[in-house]
């Protein structure tokens, strides 16, 4: 095992001291930790304005972990992984509750604007894995392009995403068991009398969560195995839900289209987006991929655009077999399937969809791990959760910090809790990586000149502005149209100006977004909008999380990480020294 300084350091993975956990500087003792806060102000600037670089993330910050991830993966294990990730908790769970809740029958045109604005974040996502091919995904990208401080935030937001994500798939789990031995969906959870959407506790939820995590911890390749047997099983449901409901349709539960409008759609868009969230756990795979650079763009780019197709089908055949006000909520394909004479489809369905679930779980639990373990390598959190097992390659105290507080979670919470959470939390960083990707086109530190620099910061703060704008009067008033003559004309003019006024500073080497600027700004604008389209108490609550995240950051982030790049700086100092005066 390979120390930082590059001694040889034989250390038990198993370790508890209070040097693994807080090895920096400011909190070593109570007399530095008071200094560290008394210079609150002065790291805050510092960690705003400061940038990480390509070659820190792929090389020093991966020291961090002592071990290195098992390059085992392939473009095939992608592909897969991505049908793992991201079918099964959407598609079964959140379709029946938003064709019934919000949208009817158009609840197929809410995938449509979902998928669209999900493949524009998957472009985004594809250049910066294959270029930055660590396990940080979208937290490492961020930190390189738009500096530590909105890499924070993300991290912040992708615990959350993390956490909240696997709880509302585990919950999702025991309802579609409990229909297929032909029971009531909540009839497994304990009944209380506490208060309403956290009342009926799910202790098969944790128990599933905790198996997932134990597999994922084991190996990483026989993760990908189990995967692929698991995703096959439920792509051959898929394919039976399909062409059943298809069979059974009845064109006239497709009427009213449009139950409760336009404004329904893209409230249901913004919850359904949920069901496209967990194609970025691809692109924490980077770091174990034999051949990022081709592996990358087919599994992402693959996966997602016949994930996109399967969701439309599904959805229409759904609206096709049940009228929108008879959809169960809970178990909406099962029930559809007992309601058109099918009554042994519903337990295939349940048997798909549990498969489909316990993919999701699978994988990410690899994947959030993935991200867990390279923000420790950051100190944003304890350096402990950083470090990778020396036989297994996998970081189980990542993993374990990210399942624990999701099965506690998991067994209190309601599903709509915390999908509205969820949504805002992945559309946000969606949205700063089509920012980040921008920057990191059109701006090179010590190359860009100032002026364009400033160009570059107007045009995205015309972009940014004018989609919030766009998202608030469709907020305000969905029927009105004077607002959209000043928004969408502003959106359209600050990334014709970026496109002509401001020249690109870098060429990706193998895989670029196309038609840069014009797709991360609309990707920017969807994300925005569907934000926009949330309500109210779903920004109460990501407004609350945000809050405690900054609080944690003043605190304990901003110290830990000025401690660690101020090290290495000095690191380097001593080291260039030592050269000179060896000359």
């Known amino acids: 095992m390979e120390g930082m300084d590059g001694d040889i350091q034989p250390r038990s993975y198993w370790r508890w001291s209070k040097q693994d956990f807080f090895p920096e500087q400011s909190f070593q003792s109570w007399g530095a930790y008071k200094l560290a806060l008394s210079q609150t102000g002065f790291r805050l600037k510092d960690r705003f304005l400061s940038r990480s670089d390509d070659s820190d993330e792929l090389g020093k910050l991966r020291k961090q972990s002592e071990n290195e991830m098992k390059r085992c993966l392939n473009w095939w294990d992608l592909i897969w992984f991505g049908f793992g990730s991201v079918i099964g908790a959407g598609i079964f769970v959140l379709t029946g509750q938003e064709a019934h809740e919000h949208a009817g029958a158009a609840i197929v045109l809410s995938y449509v604007a979902s998928g669209i604005s999900a493949m524009l974040s998957v472009f985004c996502y594809t250049e910066f894995a294959v270029e930055i091919p660590v396990a940080g995904g979208s937290f490492a990208y961020l930190r390189v392009e738009l500096g ?14 993390s956490v909240v994500g696997g709880a509302a798939v585990a919950r999702a789990w025991t309802s579609y068991f409990a229909t297929l031995i032909n029971r009531a969906p909540n009839s497994l959870r304990i009944h209380t009398n506490l208060a309403k959407d956290f009342n009926l506790l799910d202790p098969i939820a944790a128990v599933v969560l905790s198996i997932g995590a134990t597999i994922a911890m084991i190996s990483t390749k026989k993760t990908s195995y189990l ?17 059943a409901g298809f069979a059974h349709a009845d064109t006239s539960n497709l009427k009213p289209f449009l139950p409760y409008g336009t404004e329904g759609v893209f409230q249901a868009a913004a919850i359904v987006y949920f069901a496209y969230g967990g194609f970025d756990n691809i692109a924490t795979m980077a770091e174990e991929t034999r051949n990022p650079s081709r592996d990358i763009p087919i599994g992402l780019l693959g996966s997602m655009s016949m994930i996109t197709v399967i969701y439309c ?9 049940q009228k929108y006000t008879d959809i169960d909520p809970n178990a909406a394909y099962s029930v559809a399937f007992q309601a058109v004479g099918m009554k042994w489809a519903k337990y295939l369905v349940a048997l798909g969809a549990l498969k489909g679930m316990t993919t999701v779980l699978l994988v990410g639990a690899l994947g959030q791990a993935r991200y867990t373990t390279h923000i420790a390598r950051a100190h944003m959190i304890p350096p402990w959760f950083a470090l990778v097992h020396p036989k297994t390659g996998t970081p189980i105290n990542a993993t374990l910090l990210v399942t624990i507080p999701s099965a506690i979670i998991a067994f209190f919470s309601s599903l ?26 059109y701006y090179a530190r010590g190359v860009t000149p100032r002026q364009n620099l400033l160009k570059l910061i ?73 934000m926009g389209s949330l309500g109210a108490k779903a920004f ?43 000359h």
Not at 148 to 159: E, P, R, V
Not at 544 to 562: D, E, S
Request: proline letters at 4%; aromatic letters at 12%; a positive charge.
């Open 148 to 161: 530590d401080f909105a890499a924070f935030i993300a991290a912040g937001n992708l615990l959350l995403e």
């Open 227 to 243: 995967n692929w047997i698991a995703s096959a099983v439920n792509t051959v449901v898929i394919f039976f839900v399909i062409i």
């Open 313 to 321: 089908l599904m959805a229409l055949s759904l609206c096709m077999m």
């Open 416 to 441: 709509d809790v915390l999908a509205r959470l969820l949504s805002i939390s992945t559309l946000f960083i969606f949205m700063m990586m089509a920012v980040a990707l921008l920057v990191r086109r």
């Open 458 to 530: 107007i045009c995205l703060m015309i972009i940014i502005a004018s989609s919030m704008g766009t998202s608030a009067y469709w907020g305000l008033k969905p029927n009105g149209w004077i607002g959209y003559t000043v928004t969408v004309p502003l959106w359209f003019f600050g990334t014709l100006g970026l496109a002509v006024l401001v020249p690109q500073q870098r060429t990706p080497k193998v895989w670029g977004v196309p038609l840069v600027p014009w797709l991360p700004s609309l990707s920017i604008a969807t994300n925005l909008f569907l």
């Open 540 to 582: 109460e609550r990501f407004g609350i999380c945000t809050l405690l995240m900054l609080v944690y950051y003043v605190f304990f982030g901003v110290h830990a990480t000025y401690d660690l790049a101020h090290q290495t700086t000095t690191q380097h100092k001593t080291l260039d020294s030592v050269k000179v005066m060896e």
